[in-house]
């Protein structure tokens, strides 16, 4: 994919969101396209291109109906270890393996790309901005509960490091509110942006 030939995005991106509309959930789909709007906001925001924004998000959820076995097998296809959060609950590789099918059914080789869709459930220290873009997104799409115009006002004032370390650890107390375990990469992510203060 030629991320500066824009026909060609275009084209990709209306690929990937039929293959989406067909793939997931109706409930997955519509937040994929929330998600993909909410990216556009912050890129306009952060002087990001907005048509990669909106890809990343149509594209982020394409795999999340697949079975935790072809998840696995299509994720270690990325080259990256499986954790053991990863082996226990397969679902989790849902972003991997979309990056791979991006790569291998699209021909997508934009690595910004590649590493936003990758990362976006558990993030890693030293992304991207438009990895950072497609976090943020997905948790604070319109359509999660805890997201009112009070908040978005409120996290629209921040820079982006300061509105993932904000995002970050909502997300880290909600897990462990409900006694889950938070992955190294999101605990390793929170940490280098604590440092960016």
């Known amino acids: 994919m030629d991320t500066n030939n824009k026909s ?7 690929s ?12 997955r789909y519509k ?3 929330r998600v993909a709007e909410t990216c556009v906001m912050l890129c306009r925001r952060y002087g990001l291109d907005e048509s990669l ?30 954790g053991a959060l990863e082996t226990e ?21 934009d690595e910004s790309v590649l590493e936003a869709v990758a990362n976006h459930t558990f993030g890693k220290a030293g992304m991207c901005d438009l990895a950072k873009v497609l976090y943020v997104a997905d948790k604070i799409e319109p359509g999660r509960e805890n997201v009112t115009e009070e908040y978005m006002r409120r996290l629209f004032k921040m820079d982006l490091d300061g509105m993932m ?8 107390d909600y897990l462990k509110g409900k006694g889950k375990g938070v992955s190294p990469q999101t605990k390793a992510l929170y940490k280098s942006l604590k440092g960016k203060r």
């Open 53 to 82: 924004g909106y890809f990343v998000g149509i594209a982020h959820d394409i795999c999340k109906s697949m079975d935790g076995d072809v998840l696995l097998k299509i994720a270690s296809r990325d080259g990256c270890e499986i």
């Open 31 to 33: 937040h994929s396209v």
């Open 89 to 109: 609950r397969p679902s989790l590789l849902h972003g991997r393996a979309a990056a791979v099918k991006l790569r291998e059914d699209w021909g997508v080789s």
């Open 16 to 27: 990937v969101r039929k293959y989406a509309l067909a793939a997931v959930s109706e409930s």
């Open 8 to 14: 060609n995005l275009t084209e990709i991106t209306e």
């Open 165 to 172: 370390r904000t995002v970050i650890k909502e997300s880290m």
